[in-house]
């Protein structure tokens, strides 16, 4: 099984705006790249202190730009 098809599913529901979907399963990703996408969810969701704070775990630079982290976590995971 790929180690990043609970993430991949999770970006399925970001393409379609559906946060809370993705939340439920990134919540439980405790990865670096699980954490990236956990933060980009609470960027969605415009809770920015909560989104740095798994930017941090992710040991990525904070980003508000949703679209192209997005874009970017996908080169990754896909």
Same mark, same amino acid.
């Given at each position: ?14 393409? +379609?705006?559906? =946060? %809370?979907?993705?939340? +439920?399963?990134?919540? !439980? %990703?405790? !990865?670096?790249?699980?954490? =990236? #996408?956990?933060?980009? $969810?609470? #960027? ?7 989104? &740095? @704070? =798994? @930017?941090? &775990?992710?040991?990525?630079?904070? !980003?508000?730009?949703? #679209? ?5 976590? +996908?080169? $990754? #995971?896909?």
């Amino acid at each position: 099984m790929n180690k990043h098809n609970g993430l991949q599913a999770a970006l399925g529901h970001l393409d +379609k705006g559906d =946060w %809370d979907a993705a939340h +439920k399963i990134v919540q !439980s %990703d405790e !990865s670096p790249d699980g954490c =990236w #996408v956990h933060g980009i $969810v609470h #960027v969605m969701e415009g809770d920015l202190g909560n989104a &740095r @704070y =798994w @930017y941090g &775990r992710a040991g990525r630079a904070f !980003s508000a730009d949703q #679209v192209a982290e997005i874009a970017a976590v +996908k080169k $990754v #995971v896909m």
